[in-house]
């Protein structure tokens, strides 16, 4: 059974950086593809960045040239580079993992495996 397990959120003004860290444990990711999902207050839960299992990238029009998703492989770890984050950045990021990983307005049922989701919070 793969589990994900997120860290690295936490809190930082506006144009700041972050980086989240989501390891995988229980078995490894090479058949499945990853992705970074955001959840606003009140908010429905939509894809910011994937990453397939060769290693092509998408990302949310809101995030293109902000924020980097990449893998290590050796380490079993997914990342997320944020970067100039904005307020309405804030909120829990999770990161998922299934065979097809979409971008836009999810339901946890979409996607196979989740993990428990880290908070970023941007204020100045």
């Known amino acids: 059974q793969v589990q994900l397990m997120e860290s690295g959120g936490g809190s930082v003004q506006p144009g700041g950086s972050l980086r989240l860290s989501c390891v995988v444990s229980?078995?490894?990711?090479?058949?499945?593809?990853m992705g970074w999902f955001h959840e606003a207050p009140g908010k429905e839960r939509e894809g910011v960045a994937a990453?397939?299992?060769?290693?092509?990238?998408n990302y949310a029009d809101s995030v293109k040239g902000r924020f980097t998703i990449s893998q290590d492989n050796a380490k079993n770890t997914l990342y997320l580079q944020m970067n100039s984050l904005k307020p309405e950045d804030s909120g829990v990021y999770y990161c998922?993992?299934?065979?097809?990983?979409?971008?836009?307005?999810?339901?946890?049922?979409?996607?196979?495996?989740w993990g428990q989701g880290t908070q970023v919070t941007v204020s100045s």
């Open positions: 998922a993992a299934d065979p097809f990983v979409p971008l836009g307005t999810v339901v946890e049922d979409d996607l196979k495996y």
């Open positions: 990453i397939d299992t060769v290693g092509y990238t």
């Open positions: 229980g078995g490894t990711y090479e058949s499945l593809s």
